[in-house]
């Protein structure tokens, strides 16, 4: 991770440790060619969705009123919010329902207007399991653009023609691929965010930016098991107990030690959902000598007991269970 290692070396383990939590199941992806005049609305959704722009140019139309902007070839997008958008040759284009355009598609292609085609783009769409969907939220703004016309960025731009390819593809292992793309796409948003000015950002982000808490959430993920204080915490960031306690809740809207538990939560849950290891074994390794004091901190924040959530994750074939925010 270039720039986190840059500008935010402390930040670099504590950020790969919050994304190798998230758990991306699918993907669906269509290549669209468009001539002027087009447009395409695209609904809320729950989906992380992006779109690259590889030839030409369009604008992107985010609801709430916010001004559109201006995307050409090798601009790339993600939207992990839920909010409609809108994408065409023109802010004021009239626009057709993405759905109509890509019930259309055959063979993963679509094609708008009858003119000759002046825009290219991949438009893609990525399902996660219920609880991964409020991480990213912590983690980046509702859209983010990055350009890949940077050469450092040809692996990202290789990763997305091996979507074309895996997407659509039953062959062994398709599924694990497609989910690494989608990871490469989350950190080159996640460094595009990074890049950009310090001002503005909440949640998880505000944490990995400023130094001090940056070293406390290193101390927290290198070594989840300890039995942590708020004085401990305080002087791995040098800071006094209140004034950690304070600034932390200022930039994440939770106290420093909800969030110790909520990390440790949040790995008991993958292992619940991915080992067949005791209870007793999962609540020593996530810092609970007794398993009854695990099984009490499990279900204050996931409002059933490990055992419940172990048999729900079961039932709907790994992907209905939900998942703590550590947000």
Same mark, same amino acid.
């Given at each position: 991770?270039?720039?986190?290692?840059?500008?935010? +070396?402390?930040?670099?383990?504590?950020?790969?440790?919050?994304?190798?939590?998230? $758990?991306?199941?699918?993907?669906?992806?269509?290549?669209?060619?468009?001539?002027?005049? =087009?447009?395409?609305?695209?609904?809320? @959704?729950?989906?992380?969705?992006?779109?690259?722009?590889?030839?030409?140019?369009?604008?992107?139309?985010?609801?709430?009123?916010?001004?559109?902007?201006?995307?050409?070839? &090798?601009?790339?997008?993600?939207?992990?919010? +839920?909010?409609?958008?809108?994408?065409?040759?023109?802010?004021?284009?009239?626009?057709?329902?993405?759905?109509?355009?890509?019930?259309?598609?055959?063979? &993963?292609?679509?094609?708008?207007?009858? %003119?000759?085609?002046?825009?290219?783009?991949?438009?893609? =769409?990525?399902?996660?399991?219920?609880?991964?969907?409020?991480?990213? $939220?912590?983690?980046?703004?509702?859209?983010?653009?990055?350009?890949?016309?940077?050469?450092?960025?040809?692996?990202?731009?290789?990763?997305?023609?091996?979507?074309?390819?895996?997407?659509?593809?039953?062959?062994?292992?398709?599924?694990?691929?497609?989910?690494?793309?989608?990871?490469?796409?989350?950190?080159?948003?996640?460094?595009?965010?990074?890049?950009?000015?310090?001002?503005?950002?909440?949640?998880?982000?505000?944490?990995?930016?400023?130094?001090?808490?940056?070293?406390?959430?290193?101390?927290?993920?290198?070594?989840? %098991?300890?039995?942590?204080?708020?004085?401990?915490?305080?002087?791995?960031?040098?800071? @006094?107990? @209140?004034?950690?306690?304070?600034?932390?809740?200022?930039?994440?809207?939770? +106290?420093?030690?909800?969030?110790?538990?909520? =990390?440790?939560?949040?790995?008991?849950?993958?292992?619940?959902?991915?080992?067949?290891? +005791?209870?007793?074994?999962?609540?020593?390794?996530? %810092?609970?000598?007794?398993?009854?004091?695990?099984?009490?901190?499990?279900? $204050?924040?996931?409002?059933?007991?490990?055992? @419940?959530?172990?048999?729900?994750?079961?039932?709907?074939?790994?992907?209905?269970?939900?998942?703590?925010?550590?947000?």
């Amino acid at each position: 991770m270039l720039i986190v290692q840059g500008r935010y +070396p402390l930040a670099m383990d504590a950020l790969t440790d919050i994304l190798s939590t998230i $758990r991306l199941r699918g993907a669906l992806h269509t290549r669209l060619e468009a001539s002027p005049p =087009w447009g395409i609305d695209f609904a809320a @959704s729950e989906k992380m969705r992006f779109a690259l722009v590889s030839h030409g140019c369009c604008h992107l139309v985010a609801g709430g009123g916010s001004a559109p902007i201006p995307l050409k070839s &090798g601009d790339c997008f993600l939207l992990v919010g +839920p909010e409609p958008f809108s994408l065409g040759d023109r802010p004021q284009s009239q626009a057709q329902p993405c759905a109509s355009v890509v019930d259309r598609a055959a063979g &993963g292609f679509v094609r708008i207007g009858d %003119g000759q085609a002046t825009t290219s783009l991949v438009l893609g =769409w990525f399902t996660f399991e219920a609880g991964s969907r409020d991480l990213l $939220r912590d983690l980046l703004p509702p859209i983010t653009c990055f350009s890949l016309s940077n050469p450092r960025f040809r692996t990202t731009q290789a990763a997305l023609d091996l979507l074309s390819v895996e997407a659509s593809s039953d062959a062994l292992g398709a599924d694990l691929i497609v989910g690494r793309v989608g990871d490469i796409l989350l950190v080159e948003a996640i460094r595009a965010h990074l890049a950009s000015s310090d001002q503005h950002k909440t949640g998880l982000i505000s944490l990995l930016v400023d130094r001090r808490i940056a070293r406390v959430l290193q101390a927290i993920h290198a070594n989840v %098991g300890h039995a942590w204080t708020l004085e401990e915490l305080a002087h791995i960031a040098a800071m @006094s107990r @209140s004034s950690l306690a304070a600034e932390f809740r200022c930039k994440a809207g939770q +106290p420093v030690m909800d969030y110790v538990v909520r =990390w440790r939560m949040r790995l008991a849950c993958m292992r619940l959902r991915d080992s067949n290891m +005791p209870l007793s074994q999962i609540a020593r390794e996530v %810092g609970y000598e007794a398993e009854s004091a695990f099984g009490r901190a499990f279900k $204050r924040i996931m409002n059933m007991t490990p055992g @419940s959530y172990r048999r729900s994750f079961l039932a709907h074939n790994g992907r209905g269970s939900p998942e703590p925010s550590v947000q």
